[in-house]
């Protein structure tokens, strides 16, 4: 799939840049919400911010997925950059709460052909027996854009303005736009093949159907009104007539023969539910410290911080051992380390001293950091060479499915809980008012000391117990490591034929 003539180093330099910034909007943006919000209002869209960006980054990863197989990486990366510098600025220009999700919408858009084709070109490029070290490098420079995120997204919120989180991101894309352009080299030679467009349309029917009824019911309309049960009827048919068209289309968006593999088929689901409860603790915690402890953007972002930094430790080792030991042995410890952190940020409350919080969320990303490298690398070890852009992208989509569910059904129980545990007189406003105010310094201050007190513990119950409810996906989770198989990606050689 490439030519000799194909420059490594510029090439990863360009992926990874790419990389960088699709995953640093995620980190700057959840730790400026409470900027945002106290800026634009609109605190019952608070997961709709990320929710949004992820929906589009899951739709578009499919289609992504098989252009890149058919008519190469490199303009689809390129493409995928542009979009995603468009999508920023639009960001940057937000007025309202709902203009700033459609916007990032835009941005999800353009994320959805970088992560998928990145891991790709990786495989595509890089010698086998290096593959394992690059993957490594590869999720710890995701988790490292999710130090840079916290730190930079706090101090561009206090010391310009939260719309700068989104500028800075031109001058990154550009510079990956270059050197891709320059020094990749492609081969010409590629798999002509046709678009599942049916099966694109019924996807995207029941993924947006499906997050409607969730985000609207009990909210904006009950969980019994007819608006509510037809959005649920409406994803449970175009679920079952997408299957339906996906064993009949000649070249399937989301290939079966993939999920017969027993390694592809375990390490992409384990990713579905790994990807919820990471991007709850991303979320929360920061609503924790500012909402609960009364703390600033920059103390939010600082306590995101060591969780970054183990990650980026968890996911450069993941990777380094791939070649040692198996898939499956190093998720086991992975998952074995979330538990435990996911269960000590159920104990959390206004009282729980700020060390304890940042040793907390240290073990949560020792936890997730390998799962960044090793199931990005599993779902591509049997995958033929013609079809990895879809197996890489269909990984992706699922990990993304996972995150967008998991935002929103977590979402509905940290609010529904939170509200119902407010005093009657106070639960009517409770979303748009009461939660605006104490993340917002100046108006907290004004709130009466006892009323503080109430909202704040009723809001810090409402989070711990919304990680308390994780502990649901990392048990499925947990379950499909064990049914891995016992595979290290030196074994690679055995089933890569044709290279």
Known sequence: MHDQQTKLF???TALMLGIFVASLDNTIVATSMGSIIGDLGGMDKYVWVTSAYLVAEMAGMPIFGKLSDMYGRKR???FGILVFLIGSILCGTAQTMIQLCIFRAIQGIGGSALMPIAFTIIWDVVPREVRGKMSGIFGAVFGLSSIVGPLLGSFITEQLHWRWIFFINIPIGLIAIVLISIYYKESKVHVKQTIDWFGFIFLLGFTLSLMFALELGGETYKWMSWQIISLFILSLVCFVVFLFVEKQAKDAILPFNLFKERLYSTSVLTGMFYGAVFMVSTIYIPLYIQGVTGGTATNSGLLLLPMMVTSSIGAASG?????KLSYKTIMIFSAILMGIGTFLLGTLDPETPRYLVTFYMMI????VGPSFSILGMASLQKADPRQRGIASSTSNFLRSLGM???ITIFGIIQRNTFTSGLPEMMQQNAQENDSRNILSPEARAHI???ILKQITQVLSDSISSTFLWTFVPLAISFIFILYMSNEKITDSKLHQQGE
């Open 76 to 78: 689809f990366y390129v």
């Open 448 to 450: 009466p000391a006892d």
């Open 319 to 323: 990777g380094a051992l791939a070649n």
């Open 10 to 12: 510029p090439v990863m």
């Open 404 to 406: 967008t569910l998991g």
């Open 364 to 367: 949560v990303g020792l936890g």
